[in-house]
């Protein structure tokens, strides 16, 4: 079985610029993950979709963060403008479903903001 | 709001030693599950145990097991037979239900990061 797989594996990019983040969940995965880990912090959930529809956005910066989970496969995650605060690995995440399903976790994307 | 607190930043133990590695956490809900989660420098998050807050007897994984006081909402996971490869940071996580749904959201706490000595 496949895993979750991201990419980049990094990134670094200059203060107000943007960056983009892709995700492929495990196959048949209905609910997607996106958590930012920063440096010496556990994971923070950003955002929660369930199929192609959002179930929990309520700690993501929605002036600069978005996400999109088109078809209800694969995902994106942008920031535009980027701050030096958005360093940070980017991890993302699918189960088979929204209750207690094991969550299957990618590489995650390291972003390096300067 | 749920919180969840390792207070150990930092821990080292010989190869084929035993290792207790602490976590607490703070909820008002009768229903809920427990995570511990291994993360290696290539940075990918591994689940290592889990844990059913209705169910009494601790879950077991081979030399992992934890001790779970749901009373003192305390979570500990013990490492037996410590080995080179279990050098990493593991984390404490926190499921409950949300809402009136099938809602679940995964908690983490800071982070303890074991380094097994040869």
């Known amino acids: 079985e496949a895993g979750v797989a991201q990419s980049p594996r990094y990134k670094i990019i200059e203060k107000r610029q943007s960056v983009a983040f892709w995700c492929n969940p495990i196959s048949g995965h209905a609910t997607l993950y996106w958590y930012q880990q920063i440096l010496g912090q556990g994971p923070k959930l950003l955002i929660q979709?369930?199929?192609?529809?959002?179930?929990?956005d309520s700690q993501l910066p929605k002036d600069r963060f978005s996400a999109e989970r088109l078809k209800g496969v694969d995902s994106t995650l942008k920031i535009q403008p980027a701050k030096l605060e958005d360093s940070a690995v980017y991890l993302c995440?699918?189960?088979?479903?929204?209750?207690?399903?094991?969550?299957?976790f990618g590489n995650g994307t390291r972003l390096t903001v300067t | 709001a749920q919180t969840v607190t390792q207070s150990q930043p930092e821990m080292s133990v010989q190869e084929a030693e035993t290792v207790t590695l602490s976590c607490t956490y703070d909820?008002?809900?009768?229903?809920?599950?427990l995570f511990w989660y291994k993360q290696p420098p290539s940075r990918q998050m591994i689940l290592v145990i889990r844990q059913e807050a209705y169910k009494q007897q601790n879950a077991t994984e081979n030399r992992f097991s934890v001790n779970f006081q749901k009373a003192a909402k305390s979570f500990s996971l013990k490492i037996s037979d410590s080995q080179l490869g279990d050098t990493a940071m593991y984390f404490c996580?926190?499921?409950?239900?949300?809402?009136?749904?099938?809602?679940?959201?995964?908690?983490f706490g800071k982070g303890t990061l074991l380094t097994v000595n040869p």
């Open positions: 995440a699918s189960s088979i479903r929204v209750n207690n399903s094991p969550l299957h």
């Open positions: 996580a926190f499921m409950k239900h949300r809402g009136g749904g099938s809602n679940y959201k995964l908690t």
């Open positions: 979709f369930q199929n192609n529809g959002v179930v929990d």
């Open positions: 909820t008002s809900e009768n229903n809920y599950y």
